[in-house]
């Protein structure tokens, strides 16, 4: 009977709050709960900063070709602007009818009555 007093102590012993076994114990689950805890907030803010950095790439790849279209954007604008003062002063130089006759001897070889035209090939294939 003695023997199942000191047994029982013992046991009641290592249950205790107490104990320096339960204490460890206690750190080590306390211990490995923070480690948990540490791994998956790294693993959020890892997959966070993975999220960020991958839109930021992608943002700057747009960014980039946006940037390359609003130069060639530019020198279309100049192009046709430049197109587009030549026509005006065409179209006002063909309100002229002095430069459309000779508009129309030049290209189209007309006349005035009694006039000759003679078509010479070196100077005619230079217009």
């Not at 204490?23 to 805890?37: A, C, L, N, P, T």
């Amino acid at each position: 009977m003695s023997e199942k007093k000191t047994l029982l102590a013992l046991e009641t012993s290592e249950k205790s709050p107490s104990s320096p076994m339960a204490k460890s114990q206690r750190e080590q689950k306390q211990m490995i709960y923070k480690r948990r805890r540490l791994t998956v907030m790294f693993v959020l803010a890892f997959g966070l900063f993975t999220f960020m950095g991958i839109n930021l790439f992608r943002n700057g790849q747009h960014l980039l070709s946006l940037q390359q279209n609003h130069t060639e954007v530019k020198k279309e604008y100049a192009k046709v602007k430049t197109e587009k003062k030549d026509l005006e002063n065409e179209v006002k130089l063909l309100k002229d009818p002095e430069y459309v006759e000779k508009v129309a001897r030049a290209k189209y070889f007309y006349s005035k009555e009694g006039e000759q035209v003679y078509s010479i090939p070196e100077l005619s294939g230079a217009n």
